[in-house]
């Protein structure tokens, strides 16, 4: 079985600008969670999907958006981007039954650069 | 707020050694406690989890120790290997509650020589 697909790997962009992310959860599996990993601060959650709807979403600026389609693929969008932003961005995906429990399999991210 | 906090930030032990994580939380709606290993340009991937009513739980070299009157928690590595070399992430979430989400620690950076 494939493991979660996390496109692309790397980007640099420039302040201002924005990025989407693409994710593709493990087949059969519904819910998609992002997180934020930076060395000073961890890993921070910021959304939760599932079938379509944002379940959770956690303490980030309104410019951190996300969605998922009908296939369980989930895309992430960070507008007017900031130096700050720069950071691995997670996605995990889990079977709905298990969406509670913390058994998240991860992706290997995509690193961000914000010049 | 930091609901989960984790120590040490980083360790460094000699091959069989035993590296000890240790974790407190601060949520008492918490009830579902995992670790994950993120080894470097990998994502991280569950390790071993526990539930309170537990106190103590082993998969191979790795073991949990659960304390809820202390609201803590701990792993310990037996016999640690140069390949435990990685970070180490202690979780925690409320697994009937409806925010769908993993509060994790700041993580652990445990580097284990030959």
């Known amino acids: 079985k494939a493991g979660v697909t996390q496109t692309p790997r790397y980007l640099i962009k420039t302040r201002g600008q924005q990025v989407t992310l693409s994710c593709s959860p493990i087949?059969?599996?519904?819910?998609v969670s992002w997180y934020q990993q930076t060395p000073g601060q961890g890993l921070q959650f910021l959304f939760e999907y599932f079938s379509e709807t944002q379940r959770n979403k956690g303490n980030f600026p309104g410019r951190f958006s996300g969605r998922q389609f009908s296939n369980s693929r989930s895309e992430m969008n960070v507008s007017t981007l900031e130096l700050g932003d720069s950071a691995l961005y997670l996605c995990?995906?889990?079977?709905?039954?298990?969406?509670?429990?913390?058994?998240?399999?991860f992706g290997e991210g995509s690193r961000l650069t914000v010049l | 707020q930091q609901q989960v906090k984790q120590s040490p930030q980083s360790l460094i032990v000699q091959k069989g050694g035993i590296p000890i994580i240790n974790c407190a939380y601060e949520?008492?709606?918490?009830?579902?406690f995992p670790w994950y290993q993120q080894f470097p340009g990998k994502g991280p991937a569950l390790l071993i989890a526990i539930r309170p009513d537990v106190s103590e739980k082993k998969e191979g070299r790795f073991t949990i120790s659960f304390n809820k009157s202390a609201k803590q928690f701990s792993l310990h590595i037996m016999d640690s290997q140069p390949g435990d070399s990685a970070t180490y992430f202690c979780a925690a979430t409320n697994s009937g509650g409806s925010n769908y989400k993993l509060t994790f620690g700041k993580g652990t950076l445990l580097t284990v020589n030959p």
């Open positions: 995990a995906s889990s079977s709905r039954s298990r969406a509670n429990t913390g058994e998240l399999f």
């Open positions: 087949s059969g599996h519904r819910s």
């Open positions: 949520n008492t709606a918490f009830d579902y």
